[in-house]
């Protein structure tokens, strides 16, 4: 699977990226976690399984709603307690959700 999460400069979600690596399962350790400045969304988004937003750009959910639903990719914001205590586990658990939601 490979996860996108995008935030305003993709600098603040690196330790979440990190903790959400950490907590893969062995089967798991070839899945991608990548962080994103949201300026870069549309260049990217098509090469992403499920895409989390960090808290702070939240107001952009039904932009990128729009956009990646078109090709069945799910976009949802992390919980800001999740995101601010870099809950790596948490995280990674709701991409799971979503993707086998889709």
């Known amino acids: 699977?490979?996860?996108l999460l995008v935030c305003a400069a993709g600098m603040s979600t690196s330790l979440v990226v990190s903790k959400m690596e950490k907590a893969l399962a062995e089967d798991e350790k070839d899945w991608v976690i990548e962080a994103k400045p949201a300026e870069r969304f549309n260049d990217i988004y098509k090469d992403y399984d499920v895409i989390l937003l960090g808290p702070q750009i939240r107001f952009k959910k039904k932009e990128f709603e729009k956009v990646a639903g078109e090709y069945g990719i799910p976009v949802e914001t992390i919980n800001t307690r999740d995101y601010?205590?870099?809950n790596g586990e948490n995280v990674l658990n709701f991409a799971k959700k979503l993707y086998n939601k889709k």
Do not use: N, P
Request: charged residues 15%; positive net charge; glycine residues 16%.
């Open 1 to 3: 699977m490979k996860i």
């Open 84 to 86: 601010g205590l870099a």
